[in-house]
């Protein structure tokens, strides 16, 4: 079956420092690949889309790696704030005609 | 305004009750979702409808009926509820005008089945 993993331990860190957060997956060739940002009791909020034929693309603070071979994408944030804790969620889909699936998403904490 | 609407945000239900939520949204999306969060579990997708004409089951469709009433309403049912339907419920839309298909979340209902 497919599935969609990100590290379910929470991820603390020091303001100032360079999160990374882990998202793979299995039993999918997707077409790309979506980085959300939740707060609690919010919706999801969009972040950054990476396509398949896309190694790296980089929003501001945010940078997202996509490696089709290893199925995994790799979401960073360079000098975190503690402005960024949330969770992050990836998403995927295998092309526009499906509808995307989520991972359960990493909790961040950034401590001053 | 909120571009992405759902009422209600929170109720509170007994088992058995027939529930909806409904979804509006006035970005003018052809596409709309509608997903269920639980802790630990994450988001799971319910139905979805890339058009009027459009409904599709999700992973979780089961106990679960919706309703695309035009472009900007979906509204989701619960004809019986029961108290593994307590979850929070998200509705969303997407463009298909490009490839990017990037959802647009509502704020969420909060449903509570006793």
């Known amino acids: 079956s497919q599935k969609i993993e990100q590290n379910s331990e929470a991820l603390n860190i020091q303001e100032g420092k360079t999160a990374t957060l882990t998202c793979n997956y299995t039993?999918?060739?997707?077409?790309?690949l979506q980085w959300y940002r939740q707060d609690p009791g919010r919706g999801p909020v969009f972040l950054l889309l990476?396509?398949?034929?896309?190694k790296e693309k980089r929003k501001e603070r945010l940078k997202v790696t996509f490696d089709t071979t290893l199925k995994q994408s790799l979401f960073h944030i360079t000098a975190s704030q503690p402005a960024d804790s949330a969770t992050y969620l990836c998403?995927?889909?295998?092309?526009?005609?499906?509808?995307?699936?989520f991972g359960k998403g990493t909790s961040l904490l950034v401590t001053p | 305004d909120a571009d992405v609407t759902q009422t209600p945000r929170n109720r509170i239900t007994k088992t058995g009750k027939r529930i909806m939520l409904e979804c509006s949204q006035t970005?003018?999306?052809?596409?709309m979702y509608w997903y269920r969060q639980d802790p630990g579990l994450g988001l799971r997708l319910i139905y979805y409808?890339?058009?009027?004409?459009?409904?599709n089951k999700g992973e979780i469709s089961d106990g679960y009926s919706v309703s695309r009433q035009a472009q900007a309403k979906f509204s989701l049912s619960l004809e019986s509820a029961i108290p593994n339907q307590t979850a929070l419920y998200f509705c969303?839309?997407?463009?298909?005008?490009?490839?990017?298909?990037?959802?647009?979340f509502g704020e969420g209902s909060r449903l509570t089945v006793l």
């Open positions: 969303a839309t997407s463009d298909t005008s490009g490839v990017a298909g990037e959802l647009f």
């Open positions: 039993n999918y060739s997707p077409a790309y």
């Open positions: 990476i396509r398949e034929n896309e």
């Open positions: 998403a995927l889909a295998l092309n526009s005609g499906y509808a995307l699936n």
């Open positions: 970005k003018g999306h052809d596409r």
């Open positions: 409808s890339f058009d009027v004409k459009d409904i």
